[in-house]
């Protein structure tokens, strides 16, 4: 079946540095792609997506690609912010259905 | 516009009683959807609305777990005879048109359920 892996976290960072959440993907047919993202207290909300191969989804400063050779969307950002912590998590959608990831913790510290 | 609402938010109960959890979509959304986030098993897909089309229940962990949803708009997610594994984050979510590519989910804030 289909399914998702994401880097374990925490992932603790000081402001400005550059994030990087690798995710990897196995699917039957072609899915569309997304990361979801959890600030503290909030629910989830969509980060950016991409619906087939070498699309770039990009949104506040984060980009991904989707890498069909390597069944990858890395998450990366340049210069993260504190604003920036929460919970990533990466997911796909073949059909009706969302499977994610197990989440990143990221912590960005000033 | 209004997002996708839940309620109650949190939600205590005693090992063995029913709950019922319900979910309002965005408006003109004709896919529901409903998941569950746990410590133990992360995110998971427990069952998908589509119009006036049967359910998609597979997700559906036991058969304590049912979901209807009247209208095409309300939706309840029903547990019987709750079980403290039953403890977790219930998910609601909405789309547009569901099962498109790239058709975007948008979910609500959840309701925590604790079962003692």
């Known amino acids: 079946g289909d399914s998702v892996t994401q880097m374990e976290g925490p992932v603790t960072l000081s402001e400005e540095a550059f994030l990087t959440i690798n995710c990897t993907y196995t699917a039957t047919g072609y899915p569309s792609l997304f990361w979801y993202v959890q600030y503290p207290g909030e629910g989830l909300q969509l980060l950016l997506k991409a619906t087939k191969a070498d699309d770039k989804g990009s949104n506040k400063g984060f980009e991904a690609t989707y890498r069909k050779e390597t069944t990858s969307f890395h998450l990366e950002k340049g210069s993260v912010q504190v604003s920036d912590s929460a919970v990533y998590f990466c997911?796909?959608?073949?059909?009706?259905?969302?499977?994610f990831g197990g989440g990143t913790r990221v912590l960005v510290k000033p | 516009g209004a997002g996708v609402s839940q309620s109650p938010s949190n939600k205590v109960t005693e090992k063995g009683k029913d709950v019922e959890l319900r979910c309002d979509p965005i408006s003109g959304h004709t896919a529901l959807y409903w998941y569950r986030q746990s410590l133990g098993q992360g995110l998971e897909f427990l069952i998908y609305f589509q119009g006036n089309s049967a359910p998609d229940k597979s997700g559906l962990p036991s058969d304590r777990f049912s979901a209807e949803r009247t209208g095409g708009s309300v939706s309840t997610l029903t547990i019987q005879r709750t079980q403290q594994e039953d403890s977790a984050v219930y998910l609601c979510?909405?789309?547009?048109?569901?099962?498109?590519?790239?058709?975007?989910?948008?979910f609500g804030p959840g309701t925590r359920l604790t079962v003692l």
């Open positions: 979510a909405s789309s547009l048109a569901g099962a498109q590519p790239g058709d975007t989910q948008y």
């Open positions: 997911a796909l959608a073949a059909g009706n259905k969302l499977t």
